[in-house]
């Protein structure tokens, strides 16, 4: 697993996010994102409720997955994240991987927004929360 990652977090597959196939569902992969940047968060300091209780609110603009190697049920993920700003945008690196092998599962970026009070923001309360991080 590469060092640029700031955060990572482990997830076990549960039986209800399979599909007919016997795989993980493919949209269970986007929960499984958001777990982690919303652990991130929390591991950071500034949870998603206190983030909502100072007028912030991150919201999803772009989501892009590569799908590589499918999960199974008792399968362990390791989710892991590292983060850049680009103006306005905050753009989450976020890889999966088989604990077991520690196989590429899923590769992706998602890139992040900030209203304010409910108005777009260039997000400068939360890139300097996040400044050791960018």
């Not at 998603?48 to 799908?67: A, C, H, N, T, W």
């Amino acid at each position: 697993m590469e060092s640029k990652y700031v955060f990572s977090t482990d997830i076990e597959v549960r039986d209800y996010e399979l599909d007919a196939e016997g795989i993980v569902n493919n949209a269970n992969y986007l929960h499984y994102l958001e777990h982690t940047r919303h652990m991130f968060c929390q591991k950071v300091g500034f949870p998603f409720s206190q983030m909502r209780e100072q007028g912030i609110d991150p919201v999803l603009r772009k989501v892009e997955i590569e799908y590589l190697v499918a999960l199974l049920s008792g399968d362990v993920m390791t989710s892991c994240l590292y983060m850049e700003r680009k103006g306005p945008r905050f753009i989450f690196h976020q890889d999966i991987f088989r604990k077991t092998d520690m196989q590429p599962v899923v590769k992706s970026l998602v890139t992040v927004v900030m209203l304010k009070d409910g108005a777009i923001s260039r997000g400068d309360e939360i890139a300097e929360v996040f400044r050791n991080y960018l």
